[in-house]
């Protein structure tokens, strides 16, 4: 077990984290991954095996950029969350940027399971970022970046179900606004209202880098406008309640299934609406969440209205909304299939 350790380990010290470009700001937000920053290169996922002890072992590394040639580094023994990796097994890491002899190369220090300092470089090769993990000066493995895609992404609307915007229009939505190229904007609430439903929602957060905590790339989806699954760029950090995929201050999701800055990520829920009779809540509201087409959240139980939502009651009806928290978030392929 120790092996698999260290080879995690240093696989983490090696490595840290896709809409027009905000005018330049100290916290920019990019919304057009053609259109970013020289970091946006190396941020994202990468995979591969790693030789330790003559034993080849998976492992996945998510690359965050901080700003500035800054860089933090997650690293899975196992693979991606999601794709092979057991929690709570992983490795921290932080690298910088600087100017190597083929161009711009990001540099990782950090210590193995066992305390032995590892190093790590990601080089751009035509193109294709790669990154080479080190022990002692010999190269222990080669990871690929890779661009992860939800299993539903782009999923087709039920015959039975009602498409609240594709793209054409947002005659749905109350304060529905459009961007240029057809992507719906934060800050929009459903006209009407809806029970217990199946939804399919694609949103792409903002890249902003040099932002943190809620104040990168964050939204919401309220369901009923009352109970909020957490949009925000939280790839490579915890999965607690407040970040992307948690149902806001109730629950953490099973998994951080948040892809990097600038991927279409998809929301697949299941609402199941609250009981009244004469007037008494008899029943909460129930939530099962897929993000990026992994079950997050089943059958969770919602005791009360989180906040922020455009609803103040629980009811056993209302509407969808999807946050304005400042950040450029953008929407497409939305839909709901009510249940009978």
């Known amino acids: 077990m120790l092996v698999r350790y260290c080879f995690l380990a240093l696989a983490m010290s090696l490595l840290f984290q896709t809409c027009i470009v905000a005018e330049p700001t100290e916290h920019p937000a990019y919304t057009d991954p053609q259109k970013t920053d020289e970091d946006f290169i190396f941020q994202g996922e990468y995979t591969g095996d790693m030789l330790t002890e003559g034993q080849s072992m998976p492992v996945g590394v998510q690359v965050i950029a901080l700003g500035d040639g800054s860089f933090d580094a997650v690293g899975y023994p196992g693979g991606l969350p999601g794709a092979g990796w057991n929690p709570p097994d992983k490795v921290m890491a932080k690298g910088s940027r600087e100017n190597g002899q083929q ?6 220090t950090g210590k193995d399971w066992d305390n032995t300092v590892k190093t790590a470089e990601i080089l751009v090769i035509d193109g294709q970022p790669i990154l080479n993990v080190f022990d002692d000066g010999n190269r222990t493995a080669i ?14 609307a039920p015959p039975d179900a009602i498409v609240l915007f594709d793209g054409t ?18 800050g929009v609430t459903t006209k009407d209202s809806f029970g217990s439903a199946r939804w399919h929602i694609e949103f792409c957060l903002p890249y902003q ?8 790339g964050n939204s919401g989806a309220y369901f009923h406008g009352s109970y909020e699954t957490q949009m925000l760029d939280s790839f490579g950090l915890e999965g607690k309640d407040n970040e992307c995929g948690g149902i806001y201050k109730v629950a953490a999701p099973l998994v951080n299934m948040c892809l990097p800055p600038l991927s279409w990520q998809t929301y697949d829920v299941d609402v199941t609406a609250p009981q009244f009779e004469d007037g008494k809540k008899i029943a909460h509201a129930k939530l099962t969440v897929r993000h990026n087409g992994v079950l997050i959240h089943d ?17 056993a009806t209302g509407p969808l909304h999807l946050q304005n928290h400042g950040n450029p978030v953008r929407y497409r392929n939305i839909w709901v299939l009510p249940k009978s």
């Open 143 to 156: 990871l690929k970046k890779v661009n992860r895609k939800s299993s539903t992404l782009g999923l087709q």
């Open 299 to 315: 059958e969770v139980e919602i005791p009360k209205i989180t906040q922020g939502g455009p609803q103040k009651k629980e009811a």
């Open 103 to 108: 161009g711009a190369i990001v540099k990782f």
């Open 209 to 216: 880098p040099r932002s943190r905590g809620q104040g990168r």
């Open 169 to 186: 229009n947002t005659d749905s939505f109350l304060n529905g606004r459009m961007t240029d190229d057809g992507l719906l904007m934060e």
